[in-house]
């Protein structure tokens, strides 16, 4: 999340921060009718130096000036959720905004405004666009910019029919997609990314898949069925994994019990850290 921030913003952050997740539902005040209830895509406070509010949107539909209201609905309502009122002044705070928008057109700008006229002054400043079909592979990864993978499809979303039909070109998004497999498992062996987000990214990739696809059964079953599949071997490795570690700390606690070795000694023997075989030593004597 901070890779696209920085992207976006021009941050500094080194991925280390704190970030703290807001409930994305708020209920706009209506006169004289029902509040209205509106969702934010994402919103959330990241802790550097200076903690900031940010919110995100992804959006894929033609730029019209309704996004722009709606953009600034949600902004004034995460701000006076948090307002304070001290002596009967209230202080707002909003937050830095950003579109991503999915799907690039003619229309799209490189960014939107926003224009306050108020009696005490006018404030105007820019929300920023990002958009996604512009980065290739290699900049999502050279980047970081992880978060991105679950969309890249849109980047092919004019070809489906194509790939649909044709099993060469099929072959070659499915090389593509199997590529990014491979950058993910390496990743994670590289101990930059968990097995919990690399999940999270196989699983939405595909589900983005499945509704960009929908209509072209050869694309669903070639492309969506291999992270499918992925999904699948990730869990496996899980449970392996999980499997082997409980293997070591009972051969870990086999040996603490008889008394002869140091922790040294098991920790080498048994495969575990010294810290992990102190631990189950405290844990055995309690």
Same mark, same amino acid.
């Given at each position: 999340?901070t890779?696209?921030i920085?992207?976006?913003?021009?941050?500094?952050?080194?991925?280390?921060?704190?970030?703290?997740?807001?409930?994305?539902?708020?209920?706009?005040?209506?006169? $004289?009718?029902? $509040?209205?209830?509106?969702?934010?895509?994402?919103?959330?406070?990241?802790?550097?130096?200076?903690?900031?509010?940010?919110?995100?949107?992804?959006?894929?539909? *033609?730029p019209?000036?309704?996004?722009?209201?709606?953009?600034?609905?949600?902004?004034?309502?995460?701000?006076?959720?948090?307002?304070?009122?001290?002596?009967? %002044?209230? %202080?707002? %705070?909003?937050?830095?905004?950003?579109?991503?928008?999915?799907?690039?057109?003619?229309? !799209?700008?490189?960014?939107?405004?926003?224009?306050?006229? !108020?009696?005490?002054?006018?404030?105007?400043?820019?929300?920023?666009?990002?958009?996604?079909?512009?980065?290739?592979?290699?900049?999502?990864?050279?980047?970081?910019?992880?978060?991105?993978?679950?969309?890249?499809?849109?980047?092919?979303?004019k070809? &489906?029919?194509?790939?649909?039909?044709?099993?060469?070109? *099929? &072959?070659?998004?499915?090389?593509?997609?199997?590529?990014?497999?491979?950058? *993910?498992?390496?990743?994670?062996?590289?101990?930059?990314i968990?097995?919990? $987000?690399?999940?999270?990214?196989?699983?939405?990739?595909?589900?983005?898949?499945?509704?960009?696809?929908?209509?072209?059964?050869n694309?669903?079953?070639?492309?969506?069925?291999?992270?499918?599949?992925? *999904?699948?071997?990730?869990?496996?490795?899980?449970?392996?994994?999980?499997?082997?570690?409980?293997?070591?700390?009972?051969?870990?606690?086999?040996?603490?019990?008889?008394?002869?070795?140091?922790?040294?000694?098991?920790?080498?023997?048994?495969?575990?850290?010294?810290?992990? &075989?102190?631990?189950?030593?405290?844990?055995?004597?309690?």
């Amino acid at each position: 999340m901070t890779a696209v921030i920085n992207e976006i913003f021009g941050e500094t952050y080194t991925g280390d921060e704190e970030i703290r997740f807001f409930p994305n539902e708020h209920f706009l005040d209506q006169q $004289d009718e029902a $509040d209205k209830e509106r969702i934010t895509d994402t919103n959330f406070t990241v802790f550097g130096k200076i903690p900031k509010k940010y919110h995100v949107e992804c959006e894929s539909s *033609l730029p019209d000036g309704k996004i722009t209201i709606r953009l600034f609905e949600y902004d004034a309502q995460i701000a006076l959720d948090e307002g304070e009122v001290t002596e009967e %002044t209230l %202080t707002v %705070t909003f937050p830095n905004t950003a579109v991503l928008y999915l799907r690039t057109y003619k229309k !799209t700008p490189d960014k939107m405004k926003y224009v306050i006229v !108020t009696p005490g002054g006018t404030v105007q400043y820019d929300v920023p666009i990002m958009k996604v079909q512009t980065y290739s592979l290699d900049d999502i990864f050279e980047k970081g910019l992880l978060m991105l993978i679950p969309f890249y499809i849109f980047s092919h979303e004019k070809g &489906v029919p194509e790939y649909n039909s044709n099993e060469q070109k *099929l &072959v070659e998004l499915k090389a593509e997609y199997q590529k990014i497999l491979e950058r *993910l498992d390496e990743l994670e062996q590289q101990g930059v990314i968990g097995a919990f $987000d690399k999940r999270t990214i196989i699983e939405l990739s595909r589900d983005v898949i499945k509704e960009i696809a929908q209509k072209y059964e050869n694309v669903q079953k070639g492309v969506g069925d291999m992270m499918g599949g992925a *999904l699948i071997e990730t869990e496996a490795r899980k449970i392996l994994n999980k499997g082997i570690s409980e293997t070591k700390k009972e051969t870990a606690l086999r040996m603490l019990k008889r008394g002869k070795m140091t922790v040294e000694e098991i920790a080498e023997d048994s495969g575990l850290s010294v810290a992990e &075989v102190e631990q189950l030593a405290e844990l055995q004597s309690v």
